[in-house]
């Protein structure tokens, strides 16, 4: 029998994918091959980075510029869709920047100018999206963020920590106001992985030591394979009652004390 792809004739826009290693280009690669056409966004110097992995996959996806915090740029990817597609049935939000103050131990040094810098790249961007896509979701549609758990502070992680906060509420206000077209937006917090954006984060391999140990099921930072898994069926139908929840996909770790 021909393998019926979970997310077969779905139509889905996603973020974040810098090259092999984002947890973005996991997603993509399974979307693929669970069925679903897909578009890739990528920003500034990094858009490059995004062509180049987009020629990695098995079809090659189109890529279309996209800084979430500029409104043209929302526009004119949201009538880009339109154009191609006429409606979208899922997006991926893999987004997230601090300036470096905010991040690495120095975070009385942040001033709210750097803060503000994370939070709307990182927390409203959500929303950014969600205006993009929400439009184009006609037949209801799915939005999936991700996340790292933010029910504690962690070392290094700071602003950054204080901006995932800010995503899981917006990701519950949007669950609340777009559910009546019949949209979910769900996040997956997920345990670290080495990627391009972990790397940017001073005192991350604290973060990887203990996690392995501490976790029920274990943990692989180089295994990304779960939280692609995860997205993929958030994506799909089979959750079709299921709107702002945070899945953690973590080994179990956020669920242990010590």
Not at 95 to 105: D, E, K, M, S, Y
Not at 137 to 150: H, P, Q, T
Not at 189 to 206: D, L
Not at 229 to 249: I, K, R
Request: net charge negative.
């Amino acid at each position: 029998m021909p393998h019926m792809g979970l997310l077969e004739g779905k139509r889905l826009l996603l973020t974040g994918v810098l090259n092999e290693s984002s947890l973005g280009f996991g997603v993509a690669r399974l979307a693929q091959h669970e069925g679903a056409e897909i578009v890739l966004t990528g920003v500034g110097n990094g858009l490059r980075h995004t062509e180049k992995a987009a020629r990695k996959l098995a079809v090659e996806p189109e890529v279309i510029e996209l800084d979430v915090s500029v409104p043209e740029h929302i526009d004119a990817a949201r009538r880009r869709l339109d154009e191609k597609w006429g409606r979208v049935d899922g997006a991926l939000h893999s987004i997230g920047f601090a300036p470096p103050v905010c991040l690495g131990g120095t975070f009385m040094d942040a001033t709210w100018e750097d803060v503000s810098v994370a939070m709307n790249i990182s927390a409203y961007s959500l929303k950014a999206l969600a205006d993009l896509v929400a439009p184009l979701m006609d037949e209801g549609g799915a939005i999936v963020g991700l996340d790292f758990d933010n029910s504690v502070s962690w070392p290094a992680y700071d602003w950054m920590g204080v901006a995932k906060s800010a995503l899981q509420s917006t990701s519950r206000y949007l669950a609340r106001y777009l559910g009546p077209r019949g949209i979910r937006v769900n996040l997956v917090a997920a345990g670290p992985i080495k990627t391009v954006a972990a790397r940017s984060i001073p005192g991350f391999s604290k973060f990887e030591d203990v996690w392995d140990e501490r976790a029920p099921l274990g943990w692989n930072v180089k295994d990304s394979s779960a939280v692609a898994q995860a997205c993929v069926a958030l994506l799909s139908d089979w959750f079709p009652m299921t709107t702002g929840e945070v899945v953690h996909v973590d080994g179990g770790y956020h669920s242990t004390g010590a």
